[in-house]
């Protein structure tokens, strides 16, 4: 039996972390390529929402402890500015949508670079076909730069290709996180054998 040392817990915290991430992804992706012009405007509602409640809360913030801490007129700065944003962001969706599309393409990219860095540990947990899950994930990436290209011209194909993209990156997380669990299975199991093996010679 495997002994289990205090830092499997925290690894086992991150990867039940990209199991979820990944079936988030997937659920979303399937939701934008059936529904891209109702994302287009989610999206856009979502983040006026989001800004104003934050934007609100930082100017109550402010409003509640401005005598006993004078150092939060930041706070009240950044709170009107988001509070303002997000309102304006409520009312005219259609000129934030670019905004949100680079956003999202930039976070495809950080995903995608987090999956080249998860190829290389395929690669050294011996997996043969390793250079598949890279070529993927320099996909991801390219795709992530095209979104924030052409994301003024090709909106609503953008949407669709996002949320197939998206789909992609789920599944191919899903696969990665599995691989790298069995293998580091596979090689803590030899470690384990040699120990033993070392042991008994002594």
């Known amino acids: 039996m495997l002994n289990r040392h205090p830092e499997d817990r925290p690894r086992r915290n991150l990867l039940g972390s990209f199991i979820i991430a990944s079936i988030v992804y997937i659920i979303l992706g399937v939701y934008m390529v059936m529904h891209p012009e109702k994302v287009e405007h989610t999206l856009c509602y979502a983040f006026g929402i989001l800004l104003t409640i934050y934007g609100a809360i930082n100017i109550i913030s402010f409003l509640i402890n401005k005598d006993s801490d004078e150092n939060l007129f930041f706070e009240l700065v950044f709170g009107v500015i988001a509070a303002a944003f997000g309102v304006f962001t409520l009312f005219t969706p259609d000129t934030i ?8 393409g930039v976070i495809i990219i950080i995903d995608g670079v987090m999956n080249l860095k998860r190829s290389f540990h395929l690669r050294d947990f011996g997996v043969r076909k390793w250079y598949v899950f890279f070529i993927f994930a320099a996909v991801s990436v390219a795709a992530g730069l095209i979104t924030i290209i052409f994301h003024d011209t090709l909106r609503d194909v953008l949407i669709i290709m996002l949320g197939i993209n998206l789909i992609y990156e789920g599944i191919l997380g899903l696969i990665i996180m599995f691989q790298i669990s069995c293998n580091k299975r596979r090689v803590e199991r030899n470690l384990m054998m040699i120990n033993a093996d070392y042991k008994d010679r002594d």
């Not at 949508?97 to 999202?104: A, G, P, S």
């Open 97 to 104: 949508i670019n905004i949100l599309l680079v956003i999202i």
